[in-house]
């Protein structure tokens, strides 16, 4: 049914009898069969990444690094060593690919969260369904800002557009229509009937019946070029990256003269390149890209649970240092669950009562309640225009109610059904609401005489106008008064619409522009969108966290003021659309940063916001929701789409999904990014020290081997750990002990302090002699404990190599102890481990356990089991002693050093 069509070339008729279907849509049970037949509507790439990102984990210079010494060890006949070297690659690659895959499997799964939703017609009613249940014959509703989500075949299309751009390379948006093309072999860009899959609305509103979905679309064809895992990069990974590769260029270098120095104090070549492997394994944090890659993944994953879906990880690490949230009013900032709460008709004010899509509720008047019916007949047609000049649907699921559609025009239905209106006339004609328009206009069949209704804003609407209809009859306009109504409302934060009605002949079918002209003014309806209590919390985080709120809407500036009162954003100076296209760019820079309500802004002055306030060194987070929104979306360091209301075009150019479309959630996310950061901090000055020490150790031993037996191979001395032991501690460092430092729990006072500077470096002077130390204290311990025990071995005429081989399982187990007294003081950047419990991030106990028990297990296993890759001894009982004792201090040395570090900055900052 899918494959060798062009329909284009078809009637819409021929089209419906290709596909069994007709205009109001498949049935339930004709979509599920068709679903069985062609499956989901959807393009899958999964499997064929799978092998390619396997072998990618090999591509890595420590992994280089490793294989050449694992083959120089074949070379040299140590065998036992190249197979250890070679499965700590294999475990590495296969720990690598793992994370990874998980991961990637969270951001896939949030991706189907993010799922995007179609109308379509079942069971001839308008439902909305994921659109990868679309099949073949389904007819969809297309409104402005819609992704298009298959290929569309239109039988209706009223003033609709495309944008193409990502399947034709046209910029400029496409012209659609109905009509059937003869010539062939057309290309996609002149098929003006059909919609392709992929493509966005920009202007209009159509229907069309489904001819291709999935791997059959136009897009489908060109899949190829897009499938593969996308690989996951952000500034700080290709910073980490940039530093790896510097470190293994320093290692290398340092490696080669350590080989030379080797071989010039007279070690023979084995002992010299043993020596230089492991300084240079030693030295390499060969799991820190995966590691960071997990921490990015579980940030994501932390602020999906609160309502936040990260599209892009740079999101997550960019949220830290934001210094300005550029906010949309209307369901953002406010609950969008509008409800008409006063009309102006006839010259007359009157209250409604009732909250959100429930339709009851009274209306009122000077105290007295009464009956629209019984009123003039300008108040019954106000609400008659709210209600058939629409395109939302209530929907009552038990006794709950809902709106399918906008939700200002879901409050113009609510009200129209409070005053009992509920049938519908027959549409003839729509012209859709536009921005640039700020009105909607339908035309309706009438009995004697058709009817054109027109809402939109009162200023708009007042300029069509010629008179007004008080107490059932015409009456000449009084605009500054119906003026002064509407600024009234708004000063209570209504937003406020403007209706009006216009008769016309019955054989008029078709709507033209010159038709909304000398139009009669019927009323106005204000409703209220009242702050959402969270948000006023939240704009109070904000001011705390050093963060500026910044709202910018289209609604009138009074209505601006007063909500932004309510919630708690300055509104001392408050710019309007208009004023802003008399500035030029450089007047708005000089105040852009003293201004916090911007109102009756098109989206090109968001825009222009967002640029100027980064021109200014701010780190914006803007968010949008209607299509021309996606400009400042992608301008801004944090793009935030709304899930519930925001288009299609607003979600694709955002960063950032919120699925709960509130402000709250934000500032939620901001937090989690801070967090995130931290964690990537300790994770960081945990792993470099460890690694750091080990080198030292290595290198300290090849220096003082001339001096010390002990360090000495001619005299039977042995460097203090072997490579292959080396290597174990990097793997169980990597994967036991600085994975669960990702896991820790929040600091208090996140959102206390002031965003971090975007220019910020993570490894700064602190940090590195936070490294240095740390390094010499680890390496100082494996030295204490390798010279204590290892130099009674030549007290003898003959070196006793059992207890050279014991004092080097003392001091590689020392080192392993030193990283677990490390790992438990390193849950803090700043902060003392006292200060928290030790119970707060169960994974860290757990992986000081699982690394004692391995280490136990290489240490007293192999005699039972009769090999011994690591080359261990059995400690006597009473050496583990001396080796506790040796290890400790490491903690309470780092935890003097925070202490001393915190009482210097708090005295610099008095003196200052």
Known sequence: MQKEKRWYQQSAEQVFDALESCSTGLTSSEAKARQEEYGYNELKFKKR???????????????YVLLVAAAFTIILDMWMDAAVILAVVFA????GFLQEGKAEESVEALEKMMTPECTVFRDGEKKVIPARELVPGDVVRLEEGDKVPSDLRLFYAKNLSADEAALTGESVPTRKNVAPISTPNLSPADQHCITFSGTFITQGSGQGVVVATGEHTEIGRIAELMKGTQKITTPLMRKMADFTRLLVIAVLVIAAINFILALLFGFNLEYSFLASVSLAVAAIPEGLPAILTITLAFGVTAMARRNALIKRLPAAETLGCTTVICSDKTGTLTKNQMTVSRIYSGGKEYQVSGVGYSPSGKFVISDSTINPEQEGKELIETLKVGYLCNNATLVATNNEYSIIGDPTEGALVVSARKAG??????????????AEQQCMATLHEGMDENVIYVKGSPERVLMMCQDQLVNGSVAPLRSGDIHAEADFMAGEALRVLGMAYKHVPTDKKVLKPEDLKGLTFLGLQGMIDPPREEAIEAVEKCKRAGIKVVMVTGDHAQTAKAIARRLGIGDDTVLTGEELSRMSDDEMYEIVDTVSVYARVAPEHKFRVTKLLRRRGHIIAVTGDGVNDAPAL???DIG??????GTEVSKEAADMILTDDNFATIVAAVEEGRHVFENIRKVILYTLPTNGGQSLLILGALLLAPFIYLFNPHFGGRLPIEPVQILWINLIDAVALALPLIKEPKEKGLLERPPRDQEEKIIDSPFFKKVGLVSLVMALAGFIIFYYYGMPAFSGSVVDEDLITAAQTAAFTTV?????CYLFTARSITESAFKFSPFSNKWVLIGAAVTLGLQLTIIYAPPFI???PFRTAPLPAEWWIPMILVALPMFFIIEFEKFMTKRWRK???QIT
């Open 816 to 820: 392993m102890l030193v990283h677990i």
């Open 49 to 63: 990444s799978t092998l390619i990102r396997f072998l990618m984990q090999f591509h890595s210079p420590l992994v």
């Open 421 to 434: 209106i509920t049938s519908d006339i027959p549409k003839l004609d729509e012209f859709p609401f536009a």
């Open 634 to 636: 992608k301008a801004a």
């Open 866 to 868: 009769g090999i011994n």
């Open 640 to 645: 935030i789409a709304m899930g519930i209301t």
């Open 92 to 95: 590495n690659t296969i720990i």
């Open 907 to 909: 005295t610099k900052r």
